[in-house]
């Protein structure tokens, strides 16, 4: 219907290459129809006479070899070999200049290929290139692979016949992320370890193959073909040992899809404490001035104390009815792992004995990584800690007030005296005393 066609033509390998005349013909079409005299033709025969420019055509031929025994595994991180010739077609082949292209994609994908090296050659070549990971936005696993030539001097291309009877396969590379907070020694540890391939992809990702974990020198799992790439470890961590960071290794014995590897990181362990607390004396008059003293140590280790660690001491005194005040905060001193806390007493609080909490807050100015130490109740972990606890004593002051400022009576008869006894911190009644008239 368009009025347009195409006819395919096929040149003899020894065809020679020159300028060749030739000729395209239309034979005319004429319409018949019985009982009717028509002419000739409808349309008539027509000739057309034009030149072939017969040039070389490329002929390439090459091999595509991976690292090791199996040359289909192309292996990321290493060389791949292409080794072959460009040349022309003919009885008498000769070199042919050009680029020559390397391109994968994904088995039967129908994705775009992604292009590997672009090279120069002429005639005969022998490329080793290094197949970086990172120039490889490809899944592992089955490649479809294209080498094509593009000739310097004709607008005209070959590809390779690369098939070797074996599918080409990449063998990738796993990336390990450890996600892991502070652990703390004598409890089940709970580590995550995130699998990835090359190309940063992780959902989805199918990970054969096994995986052996070591803590601190010594084996503690193998995990072997996960369901996901997210693996979940569970190992008891002795109670022995001291606070700081240890190894902790990865290895993968490999798959069809993935090369064997070897990863480490670091698993910080923290450390229960103890503490000497005491408060300098028992009783302090209200609005005065006292001291809260002490030192922390390790727990399990008790000569050792905590030190070079920035640890945040906080003081909270609850009154009568459970209502926190805060009386102090400050410092550990990193030097000797030991504190001294000026406390001012409260002056709007009846003269008592208080509950003082003291709290030990390693997080906040903990390190990358997470603090070494933790408060924690050694009877019920890991439940929230019970904290240290002091008892202080406010000492204060007593109004007297008499029920009548002035009275008459009769000397000889009984007189009565109603006088209440206050508190002056909170105007409460004090209750039990006696009064001296």
Do not use: C
Not at 25 to 46: A, C, K, M, N, S
Not at 315 to 339: K, R, S
Not at 352 to 380: K, Q, W
């Amino acid at each position: 219907p368009t009025g347009t066609w195409s006819i395919e033509l096929t040149l003899d390998e020894l065809e020679t290459k020159t300028n060749v005349s030739a000729t395209i013909g239309y034979d005319g079409w004429v319409q018949t129809e019985d009982g009717i005299t028509g002419p000739t033709y409808h349309l008539r025969p027509t000739q057309t006479a034009f030149t072939l420019d017969v040039r070389d055509a490329p002929n390439l031929t090459a091999t595509l070899e991976g690292p090791g025994t199996n040359s289909s595994l192309l292996l990321l991180n290493d060389d791949i070999y292409v080794n072959g010739t460009a040349l022309t077609i003919g009885a008498s082949p000769v070199a042919m200049a050009g680029d020559l292209s390397f391109e994968i994609r994904e088995n039967n994908s129908g994705g775009e290929w992604t292009e590997i090296f672009n090279i120069t050659v002429n005639g005969a070549f022998n490329i080793q290139h290094f197949l970086n990971a990172s120039d490889v936005p490809v899944a592992s696993g089955p490649l479809e692979v294209r080498l094509r030539f593009y000739p310097v001097l004709y607008e005209s291309t070959d590809d390779a016949n690369l098939s070797t009877g074996d599918v080409y396969s990449l063998v990738g590379l796993l990336e390990f992320e450890v996600l892991a907070t502070p652990q703390l020694r004598g409890e089940s540890t709970n580590v995550l370890v995130q699998i990835s391939d090359h190309r940063g992809s992780e959902v989805g990702l199918v990970v054969p193959g096994d995986y052996s974990f070591s803590f601190d020198g010594n084996w503690v799992n193998t995990t072997s073909d996960p369901d996901s790439s997210l693996i979940t470890l569970f190992w008891p961590l002795d109670s022995n040992l001291r606070p700081g960071d240890y190894d902790f290794d990865i290895q993968y014995n490999g798959s069809l899809l993935y090369q064997p590897s070897f990863a480490s990181d670091s698993i910080r362990v923290q450390a229960e404490i103890g503490w000497n607390l005491s408060i300098l004396q028992d009783w302090t008059h209200l609005g005065n001035t006292t001291y809260i003293v002490g030192d922390i140590f390790d727990g399990q280790f008790t000569t050792e104390r905590v030190l070079g660690n920035d640890t945040i001491i906080a003081v909270t005194m609850f009154d009568g009815d459970g209502f926190p005040i805060d009386l102090a905060n400050g410092i550990l001193d990193n030097a000797t792992g030991e504190f001294n806390l000026t406390v001012v007493m409260p002056t709007t609080l009846p003269s008592n004995g208080y509950e003082v909490i003291v709290d030990f807050n390693f997080e906040t100015l903990a390190p990358a990584g997470g603090a070494y130490y933790r408060v924690v109740d050694a009877s019920t972990p890991p439940n929230p800690p019970t904290l240290p606890i002091l008892t202080a004593g406010i000492e204060s002051e007593f109004l007297l007030e008499e029920e009548l400022s002035a009275m008459e009576f009769v000397s000889g008869d009984q007189v009565t005296f109603n006088t209440s006894v206050f508190d002056v911190a909170d105007g409460s009644n004090v209750s039990d005393v006696t009064v001296e008239y």
